[in-house]
């Protein structure tokens, strides 16, 4: 099984800046499309970016394009979502996400990536 966790979470000011790590375990990252989702007290979990295996395409929701940016070092199996110029409707508990080879074609279809980790707070003021 992939195991993922997920660190660098906190607090940051409104147009700040803050980069959110996810270690991967139990597989290697380049073979995986991984996915960075939130989840907002109330609110519905949502995708905000993607990485296909490999690191050939990525994707991104609306609200976060040309402000976030998702990235993988595949040495550390990690991926990476450096958030640029967060703004106070960024808060939430952000959650990394994998499923095997491509990405869905949508991000909101967060049901067909099969692992998940534990998540990280964010909280932008």
């Known amino acids: 099984d992939v195991q993922l966790v997920e660190s660098g979470g906190g607090s940051v000011q409104d147009g700040g800046s803050l980069r959110l790590s996810c270690a991967a375990s139990g597989y290697t990252v380049s073979r995986l499309c991984m996915g960075w989702f939130r989840q907002a007290p109330g609110k519905e979990r949502e995708g905000v970016a993607a990485i296909d295996a490999g690191g050939g395409n990525t994707y991104y929701a609306a609200y976060v394009k040309g402000r976030f940016t998702i990235s993988q070092d595949n040495p550390k199996n990690t991926v990476y979502l450096q958030m640029n110029s967060p703004k106070p409707e960024d808060t939430a508990m952000y959650y990394c996400?994998?499923?095997?080879?491509?990405?869905?074609?949508?991000?909101?279809?967060?049901?067909?990536?099969?692992?998940w980790g534990q998540g990280t707070q964010v909280t932008v003021s």
């Open positions: 996400a994998a499923v095997g080879g491509y990405c869905p074609v949508s991000l909101r279809a967060r049901y067909e990536y099969d692992y």
